[in-house]
């Protein structure tokens, strides 16, 4: 069950091993905000589960996906930047990340 402030929009279950805290895992993503604006778009970058540099939304959005699968949610703005503004997201902005989780990497 997703924490307080995810909302899980859609998902493909994947095959693959479950991720778990300090796993070093390869992402292809996109992150807008609620009205359809891009922050990022067909990004591929290495995360570790758990790590404090991305916004808790993303980290906790992250929680229970498989090798393989791919996840659209929702992550509210508590979880996110809050009331700060930044140069593309405005204050209280609600964010929604499409995730396909690639493989664990070494």
């Given amino acids: 069950m997703p924490k307080r402030g995810i909302k899980i929009i859609a998902e ?3 095959t ?3 991720l778990k ?5 390869r992402l292809r993503y996109d992150c807008q905000l609620n009205h359809g604006d891009f922050i990022a778009k067909d990004r591929d970058e290495v995360w570790i589960v758990g790590d404090r540099n991305a916004v808790a939304g993303f980290r ?6 498989r090798a393989g699968g791919t996840r659209r949610f929702r992550a509210s703005p508590h979880l996110c930047y809050r009331d700060a503004e930044l140069e593309k997201i405005p204050k209280n902005a609600v964010l929604i990340f499409d995730i396909k989780y690639v493989a664990v990497v070494a």
Avoid at 21 to 25: A, E, I, N, S, T
Avoid at 60 to 65: Q, T
């Fill in 12 to 14: 493909t279950l994947g």
């Fill in 60 to 65: 906790y959005g992250l929680e229970g996906m």
């Fill in 16 to 18: 693959g091993q479950e």
């Fill in 21 to 25: 805290k300090g796993d070093r895992v």
